[in-house]
């Protein structure tokens, strides 16, 4: 199974703050890689796939990279409705696992 | 609009088994794959299963193959879960979720949940 970590797990900013969020998976995975935002007592939201594109409806200040083992999610000028918890998932290979979460709280 | 409901959770007694649904509407069910995401309290996202557009392939974690079988009924735009030899570790909010295409992709739409709670 292919294992994915997030880093860090969790991260205090400020509004107005550019906030970057890593993923790495134990082995490539192209760029089979998703990135969901999860408010507390709500349901997951994709805001990107395949890495790099932007679901429709998300905001332009979400964007993702990366390729490979690496991917990360960044947030160009963080809102008050962004303070989440990220998670990745790849979908490379079954079991398409999740990453462990970031939480992104308000400092 | 496109919307998935799931239903079928509540208590069962460890050993025993739950059946759950998910009712797709708003989209053509037929033409996408379909998951099984669960979230233990206070935990992250777990996924369970996939089962193709046209429900003859499946996959599954390791953690659940041989208990959970998953199935769909295209006909009645309906996903299910059958859930066996449950245990407290399954104890979970249980997602059903579209995949954006037919596998391979984002899960782009999410039901609300179904709490399925294992303990005597």
């Known amino acids: 199974d292919i294992q994915m970590t997030q880093s860090p797990s969790s991260l205090s900013a400020s509004l107005g703050d550019r906030v970057t969020i890593t993923c790495r998976a134990s082995q490539s995975i192209s760029n089979y890689l998703n990135w969901y935002q999860q408010k507390p007592g709500k349901v997951p939201k994709l805001l990107i796939y395949?890495?790099?594109s932007l679901q429709s409806g998300v905001p332009s200040r979400f964007s993702g990279s990366g390729s490979g083992t690496d991917f990360t999610l960044t947030i160009s000028s963080l809102q008050p409705e962004d303070f989440a918890t990220y998670y990745c998932q790849q979908v490379y290979s079954t079991p398409y696992t999740f990453g462990p979460g970031t939480k992104l709280e308000i400092k | 609009q496109v919307q998935l409901v799931e239903s079928g959770g509540g208590v069962v007694q460890p050993g025993g088994s739950l059946s759950l649904s998910c009712a797709a509407s708003g989209f053509t069910f037929s033409t996408y794959g379909m998951h099984w995401v669960r979230q233990a309290p206070g935990k992250g996202l777990e996924w369970l299963t996939f089962i193709q557009y046209d429900g003859i392939n499946k996959w599954y974690v390791d953690s659940v193959k041989g208990r959970f079988d998953v199935s769909r009924d295209n006909s009645r735009n309906t996903l299910h879960l059958q859930m066996d030899s449950l245990r407290a570790e399954d104890t979970a909010v249980y997602y059903c979720?579209?995949?954006?295409?037919?596998?391979?992709?984002?899960?782009?739409?999410w039901g609300p949940g179904t709490t399925v709670t294992v303990s005597s």
């Open positions: 395949a890495a790099s």
């Open positions: 979720a579209k995949d954006r295409a037919k596998g391979n992709n984002g899960l782009d739409v």
